[in-house]
């Protein structure tokens, strides 16, 4: 045997033989299971015990905060008939069918707190209860949820804006008025509710996805609202850019040249667990979605360069950074809306790899 000949061999054997956890893409990841489940405890014991909804801080917003709150449960394998939260899951679930309007609206605009911005809420219910009848096998809840959702969805339609998107309320009440972040809420909604199996008129989607585009900046950032007609470089939000390109992955529009833009921005304009920033509950919540649907060979398929952002990069300093801001409680807190909505989100987040929900898979 030729020394070369050997030496290739012993080599051969190094390779083989070192343990794959030395290789960087098998690092050992952030264990997250006990935060995930002392902040579900913490949910559950927060959770309205007569009527089955949650809050914010001053009684706030009870539509959008049970549904985020409602998600998270889902997303840990319950539902409405199994599961360690079943329980939980159904209460907040009989909340909405005794609060529905009878025009579609999830939600109740006498509320004080919801009465200048429903849509919010209604968005975020038709994502859990779409993500709930995905899952029911009894005939007459599936029924009852299929008569709700369906009705949800013809009011986020009326609801529309003629410019595509949507405001805090619907067209008519708000003066036509749209803005990114209520308009990114609906696409989701509507997505879930599609995903279920409910019809949800393609024109509808349609109209918002190209509300998105002209919301587009030359720089490739989305801005608050169309209000003016048209985008200007200066006016990007982080947040919502991250937002449209969730909603972008969720719709299959992968390499998209929106979608490609909207990537780019936000590798230039958002880190990965930098402590506060403007809107970094809701920023964190999409870009999340989005870096995890994206992995770690995603950017190099749709953008085709190697340069790019990667889920084993986000999980590594998010995973780390939201584990170091749970309270002893379970809880976290963040912002003026309060935990329910900051715990949420970061139990979002930490299941995305749970693949339970179809609006969140890859």
């Excluded at 159904?90 to 999830?106: I, T």
């Excluded at 509950?281 to 995890?292: H, K």
């Excluded at 990667?310 to 939201?322: G, L, Q, V």
Aim: proline content about 3%; hydrophobic content about 35%.
């Amino acid at each position: 045997m030729s020394r070369l000949f050997r030496a290739m061999w012993a080599l051969a054997l190094v390779m083989i033989l070192v343990p794959a956890s030395q290789s960087r893409a098998d690092e050992p990841k952030v264990d997250v299971q006990e935060n995930i489940r002392k902040g579900l405890e913490w949910l559950a014991k927060n959770q309205n015990k007569t009527e089955g909804n949650w809050e914010a801080n001053g009684g706030q917003y009870p539509t959008t905060m049970t549904a985020v709150a409602g998600i998270c449960m889902l997303m840990e394998g319950s539902t409405m008939r199994e599961g360690k939260y079943s329980q939980n899951i159904k209460k907040a679930v009989e909340w909405f069918m005794k609060r529905s309007q009878a025009n579609g609206l999830l939600g109740n605009p006498n509320n004080p707190t919801e009465a200048s911005r429903y849509l919010y809420g209604h968005g975020f219910g038709m994502l859990f209860l779409a993500s709930v009848y995905g899952e029911e096998e009894d005939d007459k809840r599936r029924k009852d949820l299929e008569k709700l959702l369906t009705k949800a969805v013809d009011f986020c339609g009326k609801a529309q804006t003629d410019k595509g998107g949507w405001g805090y309320v619907s067209a008519n009440e708000g003066s036509n008025f749209d803005e990114g972040s209520v308009t990114i809420t609906q696409l989701q909604g509507l997505r879930a509710a599609r995903n279920a199996g409910i019809l949800v008129p393609k024109s509808i989607i349609d109209k918002s996805v190209d509300y998105l585009k002209k919301s587009t900046t030359p720089a490739g950032g989305i801005i608050y609202s169309l209000a003016n007609g048209f985008a200007a470089n200066g006016g990007e939000r982080p947040p919502l850019t991250a937002a449209a390109v969730a909603c972008a992955f969720s719709q299959g529009e992968y390499k998209s040249e929106y979608a490609v833009k909207w990537l780019k921005y936000c590798q230039k304009n958002i880190p990965f667990g930098k402590g506060r920033l403007a809107h970094d509950e809701y920023q964190n919540y999409y870009f999340a979605q989005a870096m995890y649907v994206l992995g770690d060979d995603g950017w190099d398929k749709i953008v085709g360069t190697k340069d790019g952002m990667k889920w084993s990069d986000f999980r590594k300093s998010m995973f780390e950074y939201i584990k170091s801001n749970q309270a002893s409680d379970g809880s976290w807190t963040g912002g003026y809306i309060g935990p329910v909505f900051a715990t949420s989100v970061n139990l979002t987040i930490l299941q995305l790899e749970n693949g339970t929900l179809p609006i969140y898979q890859r």
